[in-house]
């Protein structure tokens, strides 16, 4: 099918799919120390008691990757209505539902973890000279109480 440019840039451009069903899709982390195939089961368990996931097609829940903190699930399930309404709600009540199913069952979800060495001969330089700025700072505040 050819449309002519012009045509696109003075009219509008309905765009129709072939189904009203769309799939979607959340990430999820867990910890390193959960297991994985646990904590799949109880996903899939929180997506049958959301009422805006597909009963049509089945869910999944596959290991994506090794994240800094956390081993990455990427969960997918349909809703049979594609609006966007429809999966703004139906995101949210699934993020929900897992959160709380992996809390239930004592799931990590961790956050970013940072470490910082303060080993480092740079690092310790830099804390001497603020203790010095401080003892200055001080010296120079009693002074200038002295003086007054």
């Not at 309905?14 to 959960?34: F, M, S």
């Not at 429809?86 to 699934?94: A, E, F, G």
Request: proline share 3%; aromatic share 4%; charged share 25%.
């Amino acid at each position: 099918m050819v449309i002519p440019n012009s045509d696109l840039y003075t009219s509008a451009l309905t765009v129709n799919t072939a189904y009203k069903q769309r799939r979607l899709q959340v990430a999820v982390g867990i910890g390193y120390e959960d297991d994985i195939e646990a904590a799949k089961a109880e996903i899939l368990q929180a997506l049958d008691k959301v009422e805006s996931v597909s009963k049509k097609a089945q869910p999944s829940v596959i290991a994506t990757g090794f994240g800094d903190s956390t081993i990455d699930l990427m969960v997918r399930w349909f809703i049979e209505d594609g609006t966007q309404a429809n999966k703004v709600t139906s995101i949210h009540q699934v993020i929900v539902e897992i959160k709380s199913a992996l809390d239930a069952a004592g799931v990590n979800i961790p956050f970013p973890i940072r470490t910082i060495d303060l080993s480092d001969p740079s690092v310790t330089s830099i804390v001497n000279k603020l203790h010095e700025q401080k003892a200055i700072d001080v010296n120079n505040d009693v002074n200038k109480a002295a003086a007054e």
